[in-house]
């Protein structure tokens, strides 16, 4: 009896603590706002096209299904990038491919905006998680 009991408490104080390590795991120290940063976006992917807005990061969505099944329309001219080939401590209008002077453009979706390059209107669409 006296085993059994032993056992008991170990079983329920392992499960005690790997109950715990769960809840904590998934509190992360890192921040939404922070995973969805441009430095943590360019770090995951050094190729990513992307630009900042509002201090919200856009990133080229021209090879989404669903951004293309849109018919976006062009809106205002909200501004132009100002730096590119940024790669960390973005700023608004850093963009880490989109050239210098690109004219971007409000659309009719609300998380898209639209870069006109070569006469085209690229969608980028805004990474926000959580």
């Not at 032993?6 to 104080?13: D, F, G, I, T, V």
């Not at 590119?84 to 609300?110: C, K, M, N, P, R």
């Amino acid at each position: 009896m006296m085993k059994m009991n032993r056992k008991l408490k170990w079983s329920a104080a392992l499960c005690a603590v790997i109950l715990c390590g769960g809840m904590f795991s998934g509190c992360s120290t890192e921040s939404t706002a922070e995973n969805a940063s441009p430095e943590a976006l360019y770090e995951a992917d050094h190729t990513i096209d992307l630009f900042v807005w509002e201090d919200t990061a856009y990133v080229n969505a021209d090879d989404v299904e669903w951004v293309q099944a849109m018919d976006l329309q062009k809106g205002e001219e909200i501004g132009t990038i100002q730096n590119t080939g940024v790669t960390e401590d973005f700023q608004d209008w850093d963009a880490t491919v989109l050239a210098e002077d690109t004219v971007i453009y409000e659309s009719d979706a609300s998380s898209v905006l639209l870069a006109e390059v070569d006469g085209s209107l690229v969608p980028y669409l805004a990474y926000v998680e959580g």
